[in-house]
C-alpha cells in the first residue's frame, strides 16, 4: 500500500457551506481599517462571501476608497483570517470598485458607533 495516496477530498454539504460562510463572516468582523474603529463587515465593504462545495471561498470585497493606506493589508488578513475556519482550503479575495462604498452600505451598528 502506498502511503502517499492522499484520500479523495470529500465534499462540503450545504449545511456544512453555510456553517462556513458564518463563521467566515464572524472572522471578517474582526478586520479593521486601522484608520476606523469599525470592522469592515459593519462598514459594509464586504459585498459577497461564496463557499464552494470544495471548501474554496470568494470574498467580493471593496475598500472606502482605491488611494486607502491599507489597500495592500485589508485583504491579505482578510485572506488569513477566513482560512482559519475549520474547512476552508482556500480563499480568493477579489477587490471591486463597482458598486462604489458609500457611508450609506454601513450597518446601524456602525453608524451608531461612529456618531452618524
Do not use: H
Not at 28 to 42: G, L, Q, S, W
Not at 85 to 113: F, H, I, Q, Y
Amino acid at each position: 500500500m502506498d502511503n502517499n495516496v492522499q484520500p479523495a477530498a470529500q465534499e462540503l454539504n450545504s449545511l456544512e457551506m453555510m456553517v462556513i460562510k458564518e463563521q467566515v463572516s464572524e472572522q471578517i468582523r474582526t478586520v479593521f481599517d486601522p484608520e476606523i474603529p469599525v470592522n469592515i463587515y459593519e462598514l459594509g465593504m464586504i459585498y459577497d462571501i461564496g463557499v464552494k462545495s470544495d471548501g474554496v471561498v470568494d470574498v467580493t470585497m471593496t475598500l472606502t476608497s482605491p488611494s486607502c493606506p491599507a489597500a495592500q493589508v485589508i485583504p491579505l488578513e482578510v485572506k488569513q483570517k477566513s482560512e482559519m475556519v475549520r474547512g476552508v482550503k482556500e480563499t480568493n479575495v477579489r477587490v471591486v470598485w463597482e458598486p462604489r462604498w458609500d457611508p450609506s452600505m454601513m450597518s446601524e451598528e456602525a453608524r451608531l458607533t461612529l456618531g452618524m
